[in-house]
């Protein structure tokens, strides 16, 4: 028995090394071929386009995405005011009309000078983030929310309650600076992520909705949840899924309590779709559309561009299985699709080859030119 694990362990660690070990070869040769610098490699036949056997344009289309800049799983790009402006471009291009900072800052890092989280130990960041956001979001017309402070105390406690009382400062410090200054701050995005009934989040959604909108003059406010699915598990384990997911309805009988307390000071819910199973997406979507109806929310769909089926987290997702995510989404009568994130796992300047393909693939799909 333990050599058998011993022998499983070790394949894993060679499939992982070899992975990591082979991306800087990938982008080497990518960089050498756009430089010039190896001129007998093969180019694209551009005269070729694909020919899709299933119905164009039959999926909701992404409107909006997330900025993952301060994240704890996935890795960081390293990009400068000019690499941004470029993928604000290709966003553009698309039809993404909405930027969403998933977070202002996480445990110690932030995204911008924050006078009181400064003082509080978090670290100085080298450049103000939500000030570039702002300016690139006006300089191409979209709309940008801004993401609350994430102390990581609900990640080590499971009372999201701990969130509220860092953000009281933090609403009124970055509308301060931030949102009396530029028009395109259009909303704010409450960070703490949930599945269930988690300690304090009713309050929590509630407290610090209403401060949003009561300091902005009712700009709107979002959450972005997951479904308890079996796809519900710990990035850094190594399952790809459980047995004791929730049923549907459970889920209805949970969230409609929690819709029931938020109403009035959450008004949009894009719950995540990558933790149930394709086959499962328009009973738990029928659900959530019925849901936000009846207590007067936008029901949108985080459309997760990364792959949940993957041994190795986190990869660009296969074309079709993002293509199924989001005609099921438009079945369900959804309001607003939104994904995350387009940086890492769609953009042609990505660090991952493959989500440049997929941006590809996406625009054939919906006949974007």
Known sequence: METNDRRDFLKKAAIAGASVAAMPIVAACANSTQSGGNKHLLKTDDSITGTLIVPKKAGLQISGTFLDEISHDIPHQNWGEKEWDLDFRYMKSIGIDTVIMIRSGYRKFITYPSEY???????????????????????????????????????????????????????????????????????????????????????????????????????????????????????????????????????????????????GAVDACAFQDGHIDYDELDAFFEVNKKLADKYGLQCWTNAETFDRDMPIRFLPIKFDKLRMKLEAAKRAGYDKAITFEFSHFMSPQSAYLQAGYLYDRYKEYFEIK
């Open 117 to 263: 989280l400064l003082k509080k130990g978090c670290y100085m960041p080298s450049v103000d983030l939500v000030d570039m956001y702002l300016r690139l979001a006006a300089k191409y017309d979209m709309k940008f929310y801004f993401g609350l402070y994430d102390s990581g105390k609900y990640w080590d406690t499971g009372d999201l309650s701990y969130e509220i009382e860092h953000n009281k400062y933090v609403i009124d410090e970055v509308w301060r600076n931030y949102g009396e200054k530029y028009k395109s701050f259009a909303g704010w995005y409450i960070s703490g992520e949930i599945s269930r009934k988690t300690k304090g989040a009713i309050n929590a959604f509630y407290s610090m909705g209403k401060q949003c909108k009561d300091v902005s003059n009712g700009l709107p406010t979002f959450i972005s949840p997951w479904i308890d699915g079996k796809k519900a598990v710990m990035a850094a384990g190594g399952q790809l899924s459980k047995a004791d997911s929730v049923s549907v309805q459970e889920h209805e009988k949970e969230w409609g309590e929690i819709f029931d307390g938020i109403k």
